[in-house]
């Protein structure tokens, strides 16, 4: 049976994927501005998460798809192009990612307070998400910090990391048209 009402989960769902978009979007600048200085391994950490917000976008929509809730494809926010520094630049993507928790943990609060086990279960995985998204960023941040002016000892920092990198999760919830 379709749900018809539109609950207050399925609205901040709705807006989260427009949130989704811009970052994928923000993430797309960020990795430019890297790669117009010369540094490929911090363009790439970024090309592959704008990939990865996009992700996140199209798997909410699945879900309200899957759900017969209406979805609406909204633009994106506006984007940052400029910056003086890698630290500044990163500090951004930083501030963003707490935003993004900050979204989702208002999701989850939503679906629990409306009794919606549905999308409480579905959004339980980007809270998981979320986790690692602060963490690694944080971790970056740091690397930057501690690499001051030398930008190649964080270049050599991601590729050491990209040797280990397991991936994608494969319990990600399912995206409409197919992760990238």
């Not at 427009?18 to 993430?27: G, I, L, V």
């Not at 919606?116 to 941040?141: H, N, P, R």
Request: charged share 30%; aromatic share 8%; glycine share 4%.
């Amino acid at each position: 049976m379709a749900d018809t009402q539109r609950s207050k989960f399925s609205e901040l769902l709705q807006a989260q994927i427009r949130h989704e978009f811009t970052a994928a979007q923000q993430y797309i600048a960020l990795a430019v501005w890297f790669d117009a200085r010369d540094l490929p391994r911090l363009a790439k950490r970024f090309y592959r998460q704008s990939i990865e917000e996009r992700n996140h976008a199209l798997a909410m929509v699945q879900y309200l798809l899957d759900r017969d809730q209406p979805v609406a494809v909204p633009g994106s926010g506006d984007v940052r192009n400029d910056f003086s520094s890698a630290h500044e630049a990163i500090e951004l993507a930083l501030d963003q990612e707490r935003a993004v928790t900050a979204d989702i943990e208002a999701m989850a609060k939503a679906a629990r307070l409306e009794e919606d086990y549905l999308g409480e279960q579905f959004v339980a995985w980007f809270l998981k998400e979320q986790v690692e998204e602060v963490a690694q960023m944080s971790t970056l941040l740091t690397v930057v910090e501690r690499a001051a002016d030398n930008l190649f000892e964080v270049e050599n920092h991601l590729y050491r990391e990209a040797a280990t990198d397991a991936g994608d999760a494969p319990d990600m919830p399912p995206v409409a048209g197919g992760k990238l």
